[in-house]
């Protein structure tokens, strides 16, 4: 069996008045995230993971925001791409193991709806996704509110 490890990291800026996506799910708050496409940093620091585990480049290689195609893009589409990719080189999935930094608003009452998107877009069991959410004590860009981040570590074998 040959097993690859994947690393994704994603970041982007909150203001007011944005819909604020995570994980497919539209979460209710003041603030959301400023992006060309829908900002889901989840989705995005996946998509990283699965192509830095075939080591494939980035999203922003298959997706530049240079390109009016994915001005306002459903995230879904990045994930669906990568998973192609993967599937095509003979891969599936172990598991995901995912951190979403933010200071608020609490995502425990989001988190079971994030896996269920994600194990029927990457068609996998929900016990293959883990979605954690932490905050930075209030330091920071993440923790002034500025800012949102994710990360991502995904296994894949053939
Ligand atoms: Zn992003």
């Not at 203001?15 to 496409?37: D, M, Q, T």
């Not at 994930?79 to 193991?97: P, R, V």
């Not at 609490?106 to 988190?111: D, E, G, H, S, V």
């Amino acid at each position: 069996m040959i097993n690859r490890i994947g690393f994704g990291h994603d970041v982007h800026q909150l203001i007011e008045g944005n819909s604020l996506i995570i994980g497919g799910v539209s979460i209710p708050y003041y603030k959301g995230v400023r992006a060309f496409s829908d900002g889901d940093v989840l989705y995005h620091s996946i998509v990283d993971a699965i192509l830095g585990s075939l080591s494939i480049g980035d999203i922003g290689q298959y997706f530049p925001s240079n390109n009016n195609k994915w001005k306002g893009a459903d995230s879904q589409i990045f994930l669906e791409h990568a998973n192609g990719l993967m599937i095509k080189k003979g891969y599936s999935i172990n598991n995901i193991d995912s951190t979403v930094i933010l200071q608020e608003p609490k995502l425990r009452p989001y988190t079971i709806s994030m896996r269920k998107n994600i194990a029927r877009l990457l068609n996998i069991d929900i016990n293959q996704i883990s979605i954690k959410a932490t905050t930075t004590d209030k330091m920071g860009y993440i923790g002034n509110n500025e800012g949102i981040a994710a990360t991502t570590i995904i296994l894949l074998s053939k």
